[in-house]
Nanobody
Framework: QVQLVESGGGLVQAGGSLRLSCAAS????????MGWFRQAPGKEREFVAA????????YYTDSVKGRFTISRDNAKNTVALQMNSLKPEDTAVYYC?????????????????WGQGTQVTVSS
């Protein structure tokens, strides 16, 4: 069972930046597609970004393109989400997720493993 632990959330003013990090317990981390999701109060969880196993390919939801960057370090079993130009509508609990090897592309939003989430609050 893969364990994912997020960190880096907090309170920031609109226009500011935060960097989320997710540490994985599994040594086969490099074989997993990794993603970030978020859930705002009263809303369903939504996809934010994904990164391929090697890190060569990334995919973002339209609302964060140009502002957020997903990256991974397979040597350290970590994946990060750099969030710039934050907006109040980015306020949510952010979840790290991992998917076992599959033929599905980065846009496929079903994942196998989930972290506990970290709160990001953007004040106006």
């Amino acid at each position: 069972q893969v364990q994912l632990v997020e960190s880096g959330g907090g309170l920031v003013q609109a226009g500011g930046s935060l960097r989320l990090s997710c540490a994985a317990s599994e040594r086969t981390f490099s074989t997993y597609t990794m993603g970030w999701f978020r859930q705002a109060p009263g809303k369903e969880r939504e996809f934010v970004a994904a990164i391929s196993r090697s890190g060569a390919a990334t995919y973002y939801t339209d609302s964060v393109k140009g502002r957020f960057t997903i990256s991974r370090d397979n040597a350290k079993n970590t994946v990060a989400l750099q969030m710039n130009s934050l907006k109040p509508e980015d306020t949510a609990v952010y979840y790290c997720a991992g998917r076992r090897p599959s033929p599905c592309g980065l846009g496929y939003v079903r994942y196998d493993y989930w972290g506990q989430g970290t709160q990001v609050t953007v004040s106006s």
